[in-house]
């Protein structure tokens, strides 16, 4: 997975995901055996029929910087967290508060449910999927939505595609002009979820030209939300703020890295 980025990102947003990938770039990379996970998934609400939107971290971290957007814009009521015991145990901390691995949020106004997650779900892709479909269990969820970037050697422009074989989402989304992802490869939980072929299943994806986290790609998926859900979200300004926001992304990241090193380097012990 992918992404690309051009975008204005208002000032909180901006904070919340330095500090996300931050975190996330200092997660250990290794990949463990997944064991299972025995706590349920506890909702303090349940909006029968709603639409879920979920993003995982992927290349680019489109997912999570796109939902991240959204809880933003839209004011959405949190109503539900987890974490999966298969990763090592990492939390990220802003403002003095614990950050969810994986968070749940609802929004009234457009009737849609929000799974933003900065946990990696490399190595458990279909554990993810089950977290989802429950989710979609309890609230009878009409789709799901998933959001992915999608590798690019074009450098001139960040395209959208989408992805499904329900035929009457196909046919809504090339009503709005979008192209259907006509060749390439679908990982990670998106790919989970499609081959779970338990609801119908709508991926949205947008293309980028880097690994580092891409939020031209982000504010694409958000164009492309917004022309299927109505949402109303202004996503202009993400694009005009884009290369200052990478710039801050890339240093940081790169300040993470040096001091992981330098944490390996030292055989720092593990405390826990």
């Known amino acids: 997975m992918l992404l690309q980025g051009d975008y204005d990102l208002p000032e909180i947003f901006e904070e919340r995901y330095l500090y996300t990938v931050a975190c996330f770039a200092a997660m ?10 025995h706590q349920p998934l506890v909702l303090t609400k349940k909006p029968k029929g709603a639409a879920v939107i979920e993003g995982f971290p992927g290349l680019g ?5 796109a939902t991240g957007f959204l809880l933003d814009h839209l004011k959405c009521e949190k109503i539900g967290s987890y974490y999966f015991e298969d990763p ?38 279909f554990g993810a999927a ?4 429950n989710l979609c269990k309890q609230i009878q969820a009409s789709e799901i939505i998933t959001l992915e970037g999608v590798g690019s ?23 709005l002009g979008i192209d259907c992802l006509g060749e390439g490869i679908i990982v990670g939980v998106t790919a989970a979820l499609l081959m779970r072929k338990q609801l119908p299943v709508l991926s949205l994806f947008a293309e980028t030209h880097s690994k580092l986290p891409d939020s031209k790609a982000a504010a694409k998926l958000i164009e492309v939300l ?9 996503y202009v300004p993400l694009l005009k703020q884009a290369a200052e926001f990478e710039q801050k992304l890339k240093a940081m990241l790169s300040q993470t890295m040096k001091a992981q090193e330098m944490k390996e380097k030292k055989q720092v ?4």
Request: with cysteine.
């Open 88 to 125: 090592p145990a990492t939390l990220a901390v802003h403002g003095c508060t614990i950050v969810d691995p994986i968070g749940i949020y609802y929004n009234k106004k457009h009737h849609v449910v929000v799974v933003h997650a900065i946990t990696s779900a490399a190595g458990i892709e």
């Open 269 to 272: 012990g593990y405390i826990g």
């Open 153 to 175: 050697t074009e450098a001139n422009e960040t395209r959208g595609f989408f992805y499904t074989d329900h035929t009457g989402l196909r046919k809504t989304m090339q009503k």
């Open 226 to 234: 917004d022309k299927l859900l109505e949402l109303k979200v202004d």
């Open 130 to 133: 089950d977290l989802i479909l």
């Open 28 to 37: 250990p990379k290794e990949v463990h055996k997944p064991h299972p996970v």
């Open 61 to 65: 971290l489109v997912g999570t910087i």
